[in-house]
């Protein structure tokens, strides 16, 4: 049997991949990537305590384990990235960004440094291989659970040399093979937040680490220009957000816009949230290109829990495409990734950049 690297998050579903693949008869090595040093603060899969959970299922089996630093590369291409779309005035998604360079990336380059065949993770998603060789990734068979929007671009190249053991389980059963297994981290919570902001709070994140984008005296304005208020800097606002405005207009407001260049925010009533199209770039294709060169019709997903939405496509250039809804959606925030679906499968994806 091959041998695999797992990333070892020090959560349940890495750790229950881990020991599948053991008992399948794949030649395992456990690998808990160190991505961010939070000075003793434990957060999710970041800190000692996710360290030691992963260390303990990995020995409990009787695998090898290693701790990975890739802090230096993350901090370039993840935590950059999300300092620099901010200052452009979007809403980045960091997790889709840390899987494409980083746990398909950087981690795919360890696995070659230790002669390693195969890389896993505990993500749900499935993969399958059709008759002509060409690798398809799915959407995990536990709907509530999915997590292909986040995976949307990785190609051929890097699902030829991974394994997702707990795609096609419900997380439920997840957790019921932890236990048979004895796992300790059998009933451990899932982590949510960003590791890199263990309050959860990107706004303080971004203005620490980035005290250049806080400018005192920006505008919050209603749709009409009519100065509501004042703020600090526009990368704490996102499109569609209702909470902590720091206005009050007498009824429900969301931010329907940023602008960096007049370090401005519009709030306004949630109707006029809604917008029929998006441009996307940054697009990668899971076969190598788009089905097609001229329009298609898919169902498109703009956020990571939320229903795809049946979609006309056009791709424009090698790494662009234009989405045209077929009704109009909400809250469709710039820095967040469109990921185009036929059925459960992926096709690709992009970042939106604009909105019309």
Known sequence: MPSVLVAMSGGVDSSVAACLLQEQGYEVVGSHMSLVHLDGVEHGCCGPAAR???????????????????????AATVIGDFVDE???GRTPNPCARCNGEIKFGAFLRRADELGVDLVATGHYVRTHRDPRGAWHLRRGADRAKDQSYMLHMLGQRQLARSVFPVGGLP??????????????VATKPDSQELCFAPSGDAGAFVRRAAPQLVHAGGEVVDRDGRVLGEHDGTFAFTVGQRRRLGVALGAPAYVLETDVTTNRVVVGPGELLSRRAVEADRVSWVAGRPPTDDPFEASVRVRSHGDAAPAMVTPVGDAAIEVAFRSPQRALAPGQSAVIYRGDEVLGGGRIVATR
């Open 52 to 74: 030691a959970d992963a260390a303990a299922v990995a020995d409990l089996a009787g695998f090898p384990f290693e701790i990975c630093d890739l802090s230096a590369p993350f």
């Open 171 to 184: 997380k439920h059963e997840t957790r019921a093979i932890a236990a048979r297994m004895g796992l300790p």
């Open 86 to 88: 901010h200052a452009a």
